[in-house]
Every structure is written in structure tokens, then in C-alpha cells.
């Protein structure tokens, strides 16, 4: 659980701004990607993403903390979670080119349900009935999106649910690291590791960029370099149990852009779907605040 303590409460209002700032930047991360997957494999953006970003990461880490912020004593752990990072990535772009970014964004907000369920088996943590509940919960607004055996069932909806599930494990096996090993440089082995994997891929089936994309996959590098960075220090400046409900402005960012640029209009049933997500995430949220409390 991310944490700050003795935080002001004049950083309060602050923390809110920095996090829904960063929320809007990797939404637009995700509108850049929606619209690059016109023309491009999801894997071929991927490794063009990462490698415009593992550069900028690594010359930040040599500015701010020297050559000692690219060496990890985890390479084992960061290779795996690099497998698991690229595989829900891809999974997700793949869901952005099928399928509106409000649903998509909607179904990828179910990893807070994922993170507790799997809190279980890989850490051994204890969960109480109430946040049980609140899983539950959200699995049923999940059910409400993708509605299976209805004809709006469409099997593109599983690819952010999957997306969701490898985002679950790459964060619950953040725990498994050091708590020597700096945010930065686990922030660029989440870049470099993905493009290893993904360069034979995507250089087999390589579509030659064009020069009027070049703005777009520089975009997708900021924007997301940009959010990550933004969520980050708005976690530092305020307690969790205040931040993170605002993680769910998500929802908003993708319902204005996808509107304003492809004029998608979410249904009823995924705006219902996601608000059920939302509440199961904030209750989530809330009872792990109360970590002093003995589960029940």
C-alpha cells in the first residue's frame, strides 16, 4: 500500500491536481496509441515507445542520481516483470484498436481487483470479507461492461481484463524487490526489459514509420513517462486513502477524448459497469488505509 506520512494537509489540494494531471496524461498515452494502431502492430508501438523513453529515463537517472540509478541487483525479477509489462500492454493496445477508449479504460480499472484477489496466493496477505465484497462488487461491474452471452458480447472485451490481470502482478511484484531499488530505475527497467522482448517481434513484421507519426510516438513516450512521474510524486504529497479514489478520473478523460475524437459515446451499460468498478476500487482503497485494523 503506497503511504506518506506526516503529510501537510495544505498538499492535499495539490496532491489532487498532480494525480489527476497525470491520470489525463496516460489516458492520452492511450488516445495516441488508439490512434497509432491504424497503422501499426500493438508490439511495434510498444517497442517504439520504449525505446524513445529508455533514453530520456536513463539521461534523468544520470543527471539526478549518476551512474550508481542504472544498476539493479534484481535483473531476474525486473526480466519477469518486463515479460508480464509487455504482455499487458500489448493486450491493451490490442483491446484500444477494437473497441471504444471509455470501455477500454473501464475494464482496465478492474486491477484493483485483480491486485487484491491475487494479494492472497502471492504475498500472503489477509483479506477480509468486506473488501471480498468490494471484489466481488467490481467483478460484477465488469460482467455489466462485457455483458457474455448477450449479442453486444464482443471477445475483444477480455483483452483489457487480461491487460488488467498481468497489471495486477507486475504491481504485487513490486513488493517482491529490495527497498533499496529506486523508483527510477525500476521506472526504466520497465522500459528497457519490454523492448528487448518486443524487438524481434515487431522488427519481423515492421511497418516503416512515417514521418507524420513521428510527433505521435514521441507523444506516447512523454505522455506516459509524463503520468507515471505525476501519480508518483502526487502519492508523496498526500496520503493514499485521499489520492488514489481520483485514479478514476480516468474514467472522465476517456469519455471527453473519445468523444472529441472519434465521437464514441459510451453506453449505458458501461457508464453503469464503470461507476460499480469505480465504487469497488474507492472501497478497496479505503479499507486498505485502514491497515492498523485487524481484517474481518
Not at 497525470?22 to 488516445?31: E, I, M, Y
Not at 498526500?238 to 472519434?262: E, Q, R
Not at 460499480?276 to 474481518?296: F, N
Request: charged residues 10%; aromatic residues 10%.
Amino acid at each position: 500500500m503506497r503511504t506518506a506520512p506526516d503529510l501537510s494537509t495544505r498538499d492535499t489540494p495539490l496532491a489532487i491536481a498532480t494525480i489527476c494531471a497525470g491520470v489525463g496524461f496516460l489516458v492520452a498515452n492511450d488516445a495516441v496509441a488508439k490512434v497509432l494502431t491504424d497503422h501499426y502492430s500493438p508490439i511495434q508501438i510498444v517497442f517504439v515507445r520504449n525505446l524513445i523513453a529508455a533514453p530520456i529515463i536513463a539521461s534523468l537517472i544520470l543527471a539526478t542520481i549518476g551512474p550508481a540509478g542504472l544498476r539493479t541487483r534484481h535483473p531476474g525479477l525486473h526480466a519477469l516483470r518486463g515479460g508480464v509489462m509487455l504482455l499487458a500492454a500489448t493486450m491493451y493496445f490490442t483491446a484500444l484498436s477494437l473497441m471504444p477508449l471509455a470501455e477500454a479504460t473501464a475494464l482496465i480499472f478492474s486491477a484493483p481487483l485483480f491486485i487484491t484477489a491475487l494479494s492472497v496466493p502471492l504475498l500472503g496477505e489477509a483479506v477480509g470479507w468486506r473488501r471480498w465484497g468490494a471484489v466481488l462488487l467490481g467483478f460484477a461491474g465488469v460482467l455489466v461492461i462485457v455483458r457474455p452471452g448477450s449479442e453486444a458480447f464482443q471477445l475483444a472485451a477480455l483483452l483489457p481484463v487480461g491487460a488488467a490481470i498481468c497489471y495486477a502482478f507486475f504491481m504485487l511484484s513490486a513488493r517482491w524487490l529490495n527497498r533499496d531499488e529506486g523508483w527510477w530505475t525500476m521506472m526504466l527497467m520497465v522500459m528497457v526489459f519490454p523492448a528487448i522482448y518486443a524487438a524481434p517481434f515487431a522488427l519481423a513484421d515492421w511497418t516503416p514509420l512515417r514521418m507524420t507519426d513521428a510527433g505521435l510516438f514521441i507523444a506516447i513516450a512523454a505522455f506516459g513517462s509524463l503520468g507515471i512521474t505525476l501519480i508518483g510524486q502526487a502519492f508523496r504529497m498526500a496520503p493514499a486513502a485521499i489520492v488514489a479514489p481520483f485514479d478514476y478520473t480516468a474514467l472522465l478523460w476517456a469519455t471527453g477524448l473519445g468523444w472529441l475524437i472519434w465521437g464514441d459515446i459510451p453506453t449505458l451499460w458501461t457508464l453503469i459497469g464503470a461507476l460499480i468498478i469505480a465504487a469497488s476500487g474507492v472501497i478497496i482503497i479505503l479499507r486498505e488505509a485502514r491497515a492498523d485494523s485487524p481484517p474481518r
